[in-house]
């Protein structure tokens, strides 16, 4: 299972170091993978999961193996592979190509400092001077969302505006020096991409992307691609919710939308075959990883597996995609759903064990468990507040009774009652602390990690109602002696 922490820190992904020799080599011998075997697969983990609705495909070579969709969306209608999806933090793999064809065609570069690429860059810190391209897309600049202000950078109106907001923000470490998964590195980025070409990051994707690959139904804002709503899981009951309002439309760290039939000609691309967008050196210079951290332009790096993944969460969305450049094999799977695990990847990474001729392990059950274990705390925490109100006199007389010379070892007695309490005014600063400083608001904490939240704010009130009440009673009894 994925822990909570894992989807809250909007998963990098992992996958494999490609070397030009890989590529060299060509496919190694893999096992043959059916429409049938993917289709029974998925539907095992279909119902297992109780996933609303899913979308996959699986390439191998320069061929769509399979492409097709499971359950349903929000407005009841079935998902098919032509179903937009958010695809989330996989939009990084897709911004880090934009840069590469413009890197390849000598109107960006990868080592030149963005500040004499990005006319008007500055930050409030003498190091973003050396931030390069290459530092943006292996996210080793050094920006950091506890350096930034993340709140008021998704409030940006375009690329421009959010790379200007940038100008009182400092950097974590030294450009370089220090790896860390932070959205403005690729925001950034994709500017980077609409000032060196002169279009709009949206148009470029389009036309220099989408396009070329013929994916007809891929978009970076909701006004091209239109998604329905996707759902959270609240106590085993899905319910649609709109994706989490925040700098979307049109961001290079999160914004594709796309479908799993076109996900299948990506896939192929980045798989080296097909239609090639750059040439091998700059795909395999996105999918190398850098000298800090096992992590490509976009690309996560896992050498045991030889795999290369890169997975995203959007709130209302989960997605992941996966290529094995070994055997020419590649994956990607979409949920119109987010909660306190992420399948997505667990069924890629089945998906990917299959064609390797492994039996894979179905996913299943781990947010079904792990809901009902927070079902029964909540409540277990109601119950217990509502005895602990209704008892609270006779607490503060048993107080009294025992003729306590010091107030404050009455008051000492009120703490387990008051550490919910606490644990809940804490709770973003504490995610945001076990997340490496990733940024998480509240309002994030009420949508996939709903049923964790509804927990602590029904512990903390059963909690701080009995406090107060004992406290009440407390101080009328006091007073009639």
């Known amino acids: 299972m994925k822990s909570l922490l894992t989807a809250l820190a909007l998963a990098t992904g992992l996958a494999i170091t490609c070397t030009p020799a890989a590529w060299a080599a060509g496919p190694a011998r893999a096992a043959e993978l059916t429409p049938a075997a993917i289709d029974a697969y998925v539907g095992r983990a279909l119902d297992q999961t109780g996933l609303p609705g899913l979308s996959v495909v699986v390439t191998h070579g320069d061929r769509i193996v399979h492409a097709a969709g499971y359950g349903h969306d929000?407005?009841?209608?079935?998902?098919?592979?032509g179903t937009p999806m958010r695809v989330a933090s996989v939009t990084k793999s897709f911004t880090a190509m934009a840069a590469m064809i413009l890197v390849e065609e000598g109107r960006l570069s990868l080592d030149k400092p963005v500040a004499e690429?990005?006319?008007?860059?500055?930050?409030?810190?003498?190091?973003?001077?050396?931030?390069?391209?290459?530092?943006?897309?292996n996210q080793t600049s050094g920006l950091s969302d506890t350096t930034t202000d993340i709140g008021d950078l998704d409030t940006a109106a375009s690329l421009k505006e959010y790379a200007a907001k940038l100008a009182t923000a400092t950097l974590r470490a030294a450009p370089g020096t220090h790896w860390e998964y932070c959205n403005v590195n690729y925001n950034v980025?994709?500017?980077l991409v609409e000032v060196a070409s002169g279009r709009s990051f949206g148009d470029f994707m389009r036309e220099r992307v989408f396009e070329p690959l013929g994916m007809r139904s891929s978009g970076v804002s909701e006004r091209t691609v239109r998604p329905a709503d996707g759902y959270n899981s609240v106590f085993g009951l899905w319910l649609p919710r709109p994706e989490l309002p925040a700098f979307l439309d049109g961001s290079g760290s999160g914004g594709v939308i796309t479908t799993a039939a076109?996900?299948?000609?990506?896939?192929?691309?980045?798989?080296?075959?097909?239609?090639?967008?750059?040439?091998?050196?700059?795909?395999?210079?996105?999918?190398?990883?850098?000298?800090?951290?096992?992590?490509?332009?976009?690309?996560?790096?896992?050498?045991?597996?030889?795999?290369?993944?890169?997975?995203?969460?959007?709130?209302t969305y989960t997605a992941v995609e996966t290529i094995v450049p070994r055997t020419g094999y590649g994956f990607a799977v979409m949920a119109n759903s987010a909660s306190l695990t992420d399948d997505t990847f667990a069924i890629a990474s089945g998906l990917a064990d299959l064609s390797e001729g492994r039996t894979p392990e179905v996913p299943g059950g781990d947010r079904q468990q792990f809901e009902l274990v927070?079902?029964?705390?909540?409540?277990?925490?109601?119950?217990?507040?509502?005895?602990?109100?209704?008892?609270?006199?006779?607490?503060?007389?048993?107080?009294?009774?025992?003729?306590?010379?010091?107030?404050?070892?009455?008051?000492?007695?009120?703490?387990p009652v008051l550490?919910?309490?606490?644990?809940?005014?804490?709770?973003?600063?504490?995610?945001?602390?076990?997340?490496?400083?990733?940024?998480?608001?509240?309002?994030?904490?009420?949508?996939?990690?709903?049923?964790?939240?509804?927990?602590?704010?029904?512990?903390?009130a059963a909690g701080l109602v009995t406090a107060v009440l004992r406290l009440a009673h407390h101080r009328t009894l006091t007073g009639r002696q």
């Open 74 to 81: 929000s407005a009841g209608e079935t998902v098919t592979a």
């Open 117 to 137: 690429q990005l006319p008007g860059f500055r930050m409030a810190d003498p190091r973003a001077k050396a931030i390069t391209l290459r530092h943006l897309l």
């Open 189 to 191: 980025a994709a500017r």
């Open 262 to 315: 076109d996900m299948g000609r990506w896939l192929i691309t980045q798989n080296g075959r097909g239609r090639r967008l750059v040439g091998p050196a700059g795909l395999t210079t996105m999918h190398a990883p850098s000298s800090v951290r096992e992590y490509g332009m976009g690309w996560g790096i896992d050498d045991e597996t030889r795999r290369l993944t890169h997975s995203g969460n959007l709130f």
């Open 374 to 415: 927070l079902g029964v705390v909540t409540l277990a925490a109601a119950a217990l507040g509502t005895l602990g109100a209704v008892r609270s006199r006779r607490w503060a007389a048993r107080r009294l009774a025992t003729r306590t010379p010091r107030k404050w070892r009455a008051g000492l007695r009120l703490v």
């Open 419 to 460: 550490l919910p309490a606490a644990l809940l005014a804490a709770y973003p600063d504490l995610i945001s602390f076990l997340m490496n400083g990733r940024t998480v608001t509240w309002a994030q904490l009420t949508y996939f990690a709903a049923p964790l939240t509804i927990t602590l704010v029904v512990a903390a």
